[in-house]
């Protein structure tokens, strides 16, 4: 083992030991996310979202509620339910061909902890491109996450994604960033 992974590895030890998520695990989880995205394993990205859970992509800049104006997407828990089940259906009218994707997820960062350390909101970075008839659309932006431990690792209080062209024409999107 190198002395800069052991190092590395103590740190988030220590860090685990006084509650607050170490940033390493907050990135695998993120990156644990995107991949079942990418792999359009939609039931199990649903399963990362606690029961009373949100999902928000503003339609503009700095927007600051879901309600003065209209979303790109504002998916409650019920909401996201049914987005995952059009998504895995067998014949997706808006989605056949299925869409594919990758998602690179950077740049993350805790912004806030709870006192009792159970809960935190991550921000970082998002690019995702997506394949579909052949057309290829980028999208980019920032993602922030409100994250809660609970016994097996983290769940998804709110999801929040701000793209940086969200004023812009945006036809069908349907699959989650």
């Known amino acids: 083992m190198s002395a800069a992974r052991s190092s590395a590895e103590a740190a988030a030890v220590a860090v685990s030991h006084t509650g607050v998520p ?4 907050i ?9 079942l995205l990418d792999e359009a ?10 029961a009373d859970a949100w999902y928000w992509v503003p339609s503009e800049a700095n927007q600051k509620s879901p309600f003065e104006t209209i979303s790109l997407m504002y998916d409650d828990r019920r909401l996201l339910e049914t987005r995952v089940r059009r998504l895995m259906s067998t014949q997706p009218h808006a989605q056949a061909p299925a869409s594919r994707t990758s998602r690179i997820i950077a740049n993350t960062t805790i912004e806030e902890t709870a006192a009792d350390a159970q809960s935190c909101i991550v921000r970082s970075k998002l690019m ?3 394949y579909r008839l052949d057309n290829q659309r980028l999208f980019a932006g ?6 809660i431990r609970s016994a097996d690792g983290f769940r998804i209080a709110w999801k929040r994604v701000d793209l940086i062209n969200s004023d ?4 069908g999107l349907l699959i989650p960033f």
């Not at 394993?41 to 606690?50: I, K």
């Open 22 to 25: 170490a940033p390493a695990e």
């Open 27 to 35: 990135e695998r989880f993120l990156i644990h996310e995107a991949r």
């Open 41 to 50: 394993r939609f039931d199990e990205w649903l399963e990362l979202f606690t």
């Open 128 to 130: 995702m491109t997506e």
């Open 142 to 147: 920032t993602c922030l996450h409100r994250l």
């Open 168 to 171: 812009g024409v945006l036809e």
